[in-house]
């Protein structure tokens, strides 16, 4: 029976002693925080309650951008400092980013002229990161790019430069440079609690989801990056702390690459409800969003509401000839953000709220709350936050080293698409079994893939294979359900478990893909089920 990866892990994050920092939360936050206090030296255990990149992280638009929306907002600050961080990833992550080009379509010469600037000053923010510059199109040129733009009253457009990327495999991909670095991090492990001495925070209590068992870790620091459960944590520590976030839901479609072809990506400056809506090339589809609409409570599977979907698909045929119809869905996905509604000190400590997007509390007890902010600058809030950290738990204050850090499997070699995401360990992929057995005609993942996600990975259910190792229920929620059963039999023999156990893998993962079809009885008409 082959050694279950998680029972070596399991024992490390629980041997005996005390870490220097404890963090609770596996997504862009909780990782990035991980990976820079590990690259300093500080001993580091993270613990996700659920699967890496659960959360909002794996539910992203796919932009590494500086953000078209604040720059028109005039955050000229932030909007430097997320286009040097797009660049810093670019550098520090070939084999997961890539530039993109976006073509902002003008139906009046007012909204060419405008933009037109709006992008040059992007382009001049960027600086020496910068990815390439912007220029005006005619409407043949404009065309050319993005054929299936509508061509009826178009007089042109905007060419610019933005970054992409898969969030999830970035989450799995600063989850293994953690641990290239002697950092610790453990999935299916929900912090219940926090330990408390002379009334500061000590650590915390965890259960193993997977055997039901309790334990308890302690650390000079806790960092809370639990993305829109951050006042839950908060509440372990003081039940009465105000809450700091309302959660606000932003949904996207994805469909076939016919109603994109090409390899530019199209930008809507300004929707019907204000709003920047993406049309992006993505893993040879087209992902289509966002929305953004306040929601009373956090669910792990969000789902999309009928009226986000309806907006999405009538703002699309707007801009898109042929356009997407709800039959030609391929899946839908939605994701929580984690707003700041009150930066304010709410009198039970110092509050480091930061001239960003992000913001950095620390209680009385010594919390470190990590919350808002976005993929593009996981990087910085990371710094930020152990530079924070450092103080409060006493640690011996360290200079950063990951503006020049290389992440996991670096790699600048051309490799096919599904196998970029791996960079350097493509190789080590194609020497496993099932390394030329796909799964699905629609879907470009192998066999191999899967037995490296739960041998390398850290992979535990069908689900995380096919929604976050690959991208296969975000790309084709059908044909996603379709291979769950071989997933299934693949985990359950890399795990040395039996048929009902696999069967139960895929009773589950069935639930929750159901969210994920477009279909009058995939969508409630309020939030999914909880969790
Ligand atoms: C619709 C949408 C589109 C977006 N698009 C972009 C984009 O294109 N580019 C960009 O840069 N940014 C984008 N963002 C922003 C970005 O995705 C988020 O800012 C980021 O993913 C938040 O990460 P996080 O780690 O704070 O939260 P999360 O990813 O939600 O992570 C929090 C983690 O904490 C875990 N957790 C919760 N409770 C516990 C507990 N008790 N114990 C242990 N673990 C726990 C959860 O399981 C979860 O994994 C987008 C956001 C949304 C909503």
């Known amino acids: 029976m082959p050694q279950d990866p998680r029972s070596a892990t399991l024992a490390a994050a629980t041997a005996p002693g005390t870490w220097d920092l404890l963090v609770i939360g596996g997504g862009a936050s909780g990782l990035g ?30 932009l590494v951008h500086g953000g078209v929306r604040y720059l028109a907002q005039g955050n000229i600050s932030l909007v430097r400092e997320a286009l040097h961080e797009r660049g810093l990833l ?17 139906y009046d010469w007012w909204a060419g002229a405008f933009y037109g600037l709006g992008l040059k000053l992007y382009d001049v923010l960027a600086g020496r990161l910068n990815l390439g510059r912007s220029k005006s199109l005619g409407k043949e040129a404009a065309l050319e790019r993005t054929p299936t733009l509508q061509a009826e009253g178009l007089m042109g457009g905007i060419l610019y430069f933005d970054g992409q990327f898969d969030d999830a495999r970035l989450a799995v991909t600063l989850l293994r440079t953690l641990e290239d670095h002697g950092g610790v991090a453990l999935n299916y492990a929900p912090v219940t609690g926090l330990i408390q001495k002379n009334g500061q925070v000590v650590g915390a209590r965890f259960r193993d989801a997977e055997t039901g068992g309790e334990y308890e870790v302690r650390a000079r620091v806790v960092v809370n990056a639990t993305g829109v459960w951050a006042d839950d944590i908060r509440r372990l520590e003081n039940p009465d702390a105000r809450p700091l976030l309302s959660p606000s839901q932003g949904s996207h479609v994805v469909v076939s690459k016919r109603f994109l072809p090409g390899d530019s990506a199209i930008m809507i400056p300004r929707t019907d409800d204000g709003r920047v809506l993406f049309a992006v090339p993505w893993h040879d589809h087209v992902v289509i969003g966002t929305t953004d609409l306040p929601v009373p409570e956090t669910s792990f599977e969000p789902r999309p509401l009928e009226e986000e ?26 994701g929580l953000r984690p707003l700041v509604k009150d930066e304010q000190s709410d009198g039970v400590g110092s509050t480091a709220a930061l001239s960003r ?9 010594g919390l470190v709350t990590l919350t808002g902010g976005k993929w593009t600058t996981y ?5 930020d936050t152990v530079d924070c950290a450092e103080r409060v738990g006493g640690l011996p204050q360290r200079l950063t080293v990951t503006p020049g850090l290389h992440l996991h499997g670096w790699s600048e070699e051309p490799l096919p698409d599904a196998l970029r995401v791996y960079g350097s360990d493509a190789q080590r992929i194609a020497a496993l079994p099932g390394a030329g057995c796909f799964l699905h005609p629609g879907l470009p993942y192998t066999e191999a893939e899967l037995r490296w996600g739960v041998r390398f990975e850290s992979a535990r259910t069908v689900e995380d294979l096919l929604a976050r190792r690959t991208r296969a229920l975000l790309l084709n929620a059908r044909a996603s359900l379709e291979v769950a059963p071989r997933a299934a039999a693949i985990l359950a023999q890399e795990l040395g478990q039996g048929p009902a156990w696999a069967d ?13 079809l477009l279909g009058p009885a995939s969508l409630s008409p309020g939030q999914g089920q909880g969790e």
Not at 39 to 50: D, P, V
Not at 379 to 383: H, S
């Open 90 to 106: 670019r550098k520090n992550a070939p084999h997961l980013t890539q530039s993109l080009r976006f073509v902002v379509p003008a």
């Open 504 to 516: 139960e893998q895929v009773r589950r993962y069935r639930e929750v893909a159901a969210g994920y």
């Open 309 to 334: 979907i309806a907006f999405i698909l009538n703002t699309a045929a707007r801009y898109l000839d042929p356009a997407p119809t709800r039959a030609d869905v391929q899946s839908v996905y939605s």
């Open 379 to 383: 990087r910085r809030m990371g710094e």
């Open 33 to 62: 925080t991980a990976v820079e206090a590990a690259t300093r030296g500080h001993r580091t255990l993270l613990l996700e309650g659920h699967d890496y990149a659960k959360g909002t992280s794996s539910r992203s638009t796919k």
């Open 357 to 365: 997007d992000h913001v950095i509390r620390i209680s009385e007890g």
